[in-house]
């Protein structure tokens, strides 16, 4: 059985639209099969909705409390989808470097994204509107800065243009990056609209919400999908449906038959590494 004892403790943060829940955990199975493997778990704690500065600070009180109680100078951070950029951005604009041993990101929007472009080309009255009544079922969920507007202008691509070269990475601290594909709308229900927008606007294969061109980043370690014709979703990529893609075994290392094994051979990749 792969030990996953990292000599840091693992600090899990959470994407857009969702909160870390005791009763519905964001992360599935993961956590628990992490925890059972020797590691130390802790979690971002930040606003579903808030804008990638006010997330950080969130981060930031999340990170202290990891440390103090698990007594480590560090923490390996696991972040997906937007929780990537936060991260980010707490290790370089919040300058925390001394404190990360390392980000590794899961379908993050790392360059911003085409589609989300597109839409903002919509009346700005209407993103506003769709922004406040996003806000205020992000604000019931509890989130304390629900700022939906100004979020979908930071998951744009001159946004995250500026962004990257304001937050460039940190040497003292280990990066890699990770996406995941579905192979067709039926894949993920949820996903299925989301999929078939992207692949009319950008032409590319995707999770259902983001491309490859999107997730890349420094080490990024490919696309990964499911041996399956269902491929990994966006949702798939933390454990939503709590329940393997497939019985079959993987034919090669992009293909991940349950995406609690793809979490448990990352974080014990980071503990061969001595972090």
């Excluded at 100078?73 to 300058?95: C, F, M, Q, T, W």
């Excluded at 294969?205 to 370690?221: I, P, Q, V, Y």
């Excluded at 939503?240 to 075994?249: E, M, P």
């Excluded at 293909?255 to 061969?272: A, H, P, Q, R």
Aim: proline share 4%; charged share 30%.
């Amino acid at each position: 059985m792969l030990s996953c004892e990292t000599k840091y403790p693992v600090m899990l943060v959470h994407g857009m639209g969702f909160r870390d829940r005791k009763i519905f955990n964001y992360w599935g199975r993961i956590p628990k099969e992490l925890e059972k493997r020797g590691c130390k778990v802790f979690y971002g704690n930040q606003d579903a909705n808030a804008t990638i500065h006010d997330n950080a600070v969130m981060l930031r009180k999340s990170l202290y409390n990891a440390l103090e109680k698990s007594e480590s100078e560090k923490v390996n951070i696991i972040a997906h989808s937007k929780g990537g950029i936060d991260s980010r951005y707490l290790i370089s604009s919040l300058k925390e470097y001394n404190r990360i041993a390392s980000l590794s990101t899961i379908d993050a929007p790392h360059n911003g994204s085409e589609t989300v472009d597109f839409l903002m080309k919509f009346p700005d009255i209407l993103v506003k509107l769709t922004g406040k009544i996003t806000d205020f079922f992000m604000y019931i969920q509890g989130d304390r800065k629900p700022d939906s507007y100004r979020v979908f202008h930071e998951l744009t691509t001159d946004y995250m243009k500026k962004f990257n070269s304001e937050n460039p990475d940190i040497p003292e601290v280990y990066y890699q990056s990770f996406g995941f594909r579905m192979k067709n709308p039926f894949s993920d229900i949820i996903m299925a609209f989301p999929y078939s927008v992207i692949r009319l606007i950008e032409h590319s294969d995707t999770d259902g919400l983001l491309t490859e061109r999107a997730m890349r980043w420094t080490n990024f370690r490919g696309m990964y999908t499911s041996p399956e014709r269902r491929g990994i979703s966006h949702c798939d990529a933390t454990d939503l449906r709590r329940r393997a893609f497939s019985k079959k075994k993987p034919q090669n290392e992009y293909e991940v038959s349950d995406i609690v094994d793809f979490y448990v051979e990352l974080v014990s990749e980071l503990k061969e590494m001595g972090l």
